[in-house]
């Protein structure tokens, strides 16, 4: 095995930077070569078929056979042109990967004759075979198959592989019946319930609002290893993440990795990827290091959030392929190294109009910003009355590593608006029933001509908060670095939409005691700051004395998803739900079962691979050592040497023979526990047995001995690579 380690150091250190051409355009040149955009559709539709086409996109209109029709064929002779031969349906199933099943466009008749076809029924309608995804029992309830529909929303893409040109049609996935099995389908629905509940509460500000979309700018974080280093490392191959290594000399103390020159193996890989982004119409912007040393930040421009999700998706794909051109790894496992920086994906998000507005940008003007303060404080008021709900919406087993350890979020939702803010909402609160006399100045009077015109240049920003806001958008930053952002701003659209409707409702009960609009809005408010005070925080989220006082304040601390998933479920959950047409109670129910099995699945192989590299690589490294070690002290016996080193020798022998058995004796311990939970059915509880006595009773004790033996066993035995050449070497 140490000889696969030493193979693949030396690999890895003979590699050098790709030579990666740039082209020799302007970006702007070549920038969504690959994307059936609207410019494409127009040039290729008659201008009647490309108006219903535009429409369905826009508000939602169903598409006509013909319609669709005329679009395949556009869609075909576009793709044809660009060099595709094939297309597929591109889905997001709850397995957290994309699908997608190739099909050819040409076909052969009957006559023999060979053409390329593509009808608009295969545009808006596919029956992948679904049975192998998983749907928490929803296809066996209700029917066995499962199809993808056309979002023309999004729109559709060629991936380029190896030489291969394919068309990928983005689509939602869901059963015969119509239940969603995909994370793009729930999204949708938020995005219907957010503009529906956003655009009456605009009114009240300004009539000519017709549509509200929610933005996102998911910034990825990653990091990189070198291939070869990466498959000598099966645990990193089979869960993503070490489960195993001493934390070298030099981690991210120094911090001297930020912002940071980037090395020129990462650049070339960066620059690579980045030229496939744009063909593909992705807007990557930003490139940097990040904290950990190997670690790195890449972050596009805000879009709107059904296609920014589908281009964080998509981005993360390209980024994969790419580095295997460049003989790298990329890892997006929340927690790759223990005690280095995790990887998140920090969401930030807003809502626009389609008059080009901001609705969470301040502004200099008084009036317009009563109307950035009722946007808000209902998104403060959102996420305090369902706290709990979206700590489940970025629950995963990968998560649960990084919340709440170095350099992330805790478990406990919060939200940091900055000093700013805070005095706002103060002087907002305080100023209770102002009396508006003739000729007041109504807005000094209402407290809410405070905000300085250049509001909070991002300054004192902090960095801990899971939650912040951050001048014209908030930021949530517990989301997981390898997650689907979908199932996160699912759950942020839904309980913004929720609270404007409730929002409006409370305005319009105001509005039966003033005439005056603002009094009654800004009294609304102040309601809403009181109610909503405690899940404001803005201090260091990363200490005890704040878990502890997040405590006081009852805030939901589930520091694991097994029970942080509960909200999932309960009662005030599947009504919003239902109430705002997202999910039936049954697929809520499905969903969480999907969860779940998620959860223990990934659980159970990381024990399995913990256990096979510790009995199997580590243990049999360990003894043979120990056997070096006691024919040295043998040796030295007999010629009668009596020293220092014999007494440390000994000793030395006795701690590894020490780790070796607590090893054995874990290993052995954990597999009966494996077994005693898989005797379980309810998955809940075989989630949480999972969690309590196989992860937390095993993982961290097997992972101390191992570690230790790393520090006392030669290092030309030690079998798998070390962290400090995983982090350092490229
Ligand atoms: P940070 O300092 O947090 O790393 P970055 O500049 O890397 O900031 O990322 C900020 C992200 O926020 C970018 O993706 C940017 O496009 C996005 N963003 C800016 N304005 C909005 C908005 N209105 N809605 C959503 N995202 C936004
Ligand atoms: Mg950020």
């Not at 629905?189 to 957010?194: D, I, R, V």
């Not at 909070?456 to 951050?470: C, E, G, H, K, Q």
């Not at 049999?620 to 016996?637: D, F, H, M, S, W």
């Not at 939970?677 to 949480?688: G, H, V």
């Amino acid at each position: 095995m140490s000889t696969l380690r030493f193979k693949a150091l030396e690999q890895a250190q003979s590699r050098t930077p790709l030579n990666v051409t740039l082209p020799s355009v302007r970006v702007s040149d070549f920038y969504g070569v690959n994307v059936f955009s609207s410019e494409a559709m127009r040039s290729l539709l008659s201008p009647s078929m490309f108006k219903k086409v535009e429409q369905a996109i826009h508000q939602g209109a169903t598409i006509e056979p013909e319609v669709a029709d005329a679009v395949a064929s556009a869609m075909k002779n576009w793709a044809i042109l660009q060099g595709a031969t094939h297309y597929t349906h591109w889905f997001q199933p709850l397995t957290g990967t994309t699908a997608e099943k190739h099909d050819a466009f040409f076909d052969v008749e009957h006559t023999g004759e060979v053409i390329e076809k593509f009808k608009g029924s295969a545009l808006i309608r596919q029956e992948p075979d679904a049975s192998s995804f998983p749907s928490g029992g929803l296809r066996a309830t209700f029917e066995a198959r499962g199809y993808t529909a056309w979002d023309p929303s999004s729109p559709a893409f060629i991936m380029e592989i190896e030489g291969s040109k394919t068309l990928c049609i983005p689509t939602v996935f869901v059963s015969y019946t119509g239940e969603a099995l995909d994370y793009k389908t729930p999204l949708l629905k938020s995005l219907e319930a957010l503009d529906k509940a956003a655009v009456p509460v605009c009114e009240l500000f300004d009539k000519d609002v017709k549509k509200v979309f929610a933005t996102l700018g998911p910034e990825q974080e990653y990091f990189l290893v070198d291939r070869a280093l990466f498959y000598a490392r099966p645990d990193l191959l089979m869960t993503g993440r070490t489960v195993f290594g001493h934390a070298p000399a030099k981690g991210q103390q120094l911090e001297d990795h930020y912002f940071g020159s980037i090395p020129a193996r990462i650049r070339a890989f960066m620059v690579d990827f980045e030229i496939e982004a744009n063909k593909l119409g992705i807007p990557v912007r930003t490139r940097h290091n990040e904290v950990a040393p190997a670690q790195f930040e890449c972050a596009p421009t805000f879009e709107e959030i059904n296609l920014a999700v589908d281009h964080n998706i998509l981005l993360m794909d390209v980024m994969e392929k790419v580095a295997e051109k460049h003989n790298l790894k990329v890892l997006f496992h929340e927690k790759p190294f223990a005690g280095l920086n995790g990887t998140g994906k920090h969401n930030n998000w807003s809502m626009g109009t389609d008059t080009g507005k901001n609705l969470l940008s301040p502004s200099s003007k008084p009036r317009e910003n009563l109307q950035f303060l009722t946007f808000f404080v209902n998104v403060v008021k959102a996420v305090h009355d369902n706290a709990a709900l979206l700590r489940a919406s970025i629950a995963s087993a990968s998560n649960d590593y990084r919340l709440g350890a170095n350099e992330a979020p805790p478990a406990i939702i919060s939200v940091f608006i900055g000093s700013e803010m805070t005095s706002v909402l103060k002087e907002l609160e305080e100023n209770a029933n102002v009396k508006i006399e003739k000729g007041d100045n109504l807005y000094m009077k209402l407290g809410i001509n405070k905000i300085p015109p250049i509001l909070l240049d991002n300054t004192d920003r902090n960095r801990t908060s899971p939650f912040a806001f951050t001048g014209n958008k908030f930021e949530f930053r517990a989301v997981g670095g390898s997650a689907n952002c979908s199932s996160a701003m699912t759950v942020l659209n839904l309980i913004v939409a929720d609270q404007l409707l409730k929002f409006k409702q409370d305005v319009d009960e105001q509005l039966k005691n003033t005439d005056k609009k603002e009094v009654a809005i800004v009294n609304v408010l102040r309601n809403y700051i009181k109610q909503s005070k405690n899940i404001l925080f803005e201090g260091d989220n990363y200490s005890e004395e704040w878990e502890k006082e997040a405590e006081k304040r009852g805030l939901p601390n589930f520091k694991s998803t097994p029970k942080a998933l509960d909200a999932y479920v309960n009662k005030t959950t599947l009504a919003l739900y239902e109430n705002h047409n997202i999910m039936s109670p049954a697929e809520a129910h499905a969903r969480h079962e999907v969860y779940l099995e998620n959860y223990i699945r990934k659980v159970q192989i990381e024990s399995r691979v913990m256990g096979d590299l510790a009995l199997n690589h580590i243990v049999p490294t360990a003894v043979v050592y120990q056997n070096k070690l006691i024919t040295n002290l043998k040796g030295l016996k007999d010629l009668g040497i009596e020293t220092e080193s014999t007494k440390t020798i000994t000793e030395l022998i006795k701690e590894i023979s020490h780790h070796i058995s607590e090893i054995q004796k874990s290993v052995n311990e954990m597999v009966e526990a494996r077994k005693a939970a898989n005797n379980i059915t309810d998955s809940r509880e075989k989630a949480i047995t999972y969690q309590e006595k196989v992860k937390e009773a095993y993982f961290e004790r097997i992972r101390y001995s191992v570690d230790k033996l790393e520090l006392m066993v030669d290092d030309n035995d030690w079998p798998l690579v070390k962290y400090r050449e995983l982090l350092f070497v490229r």
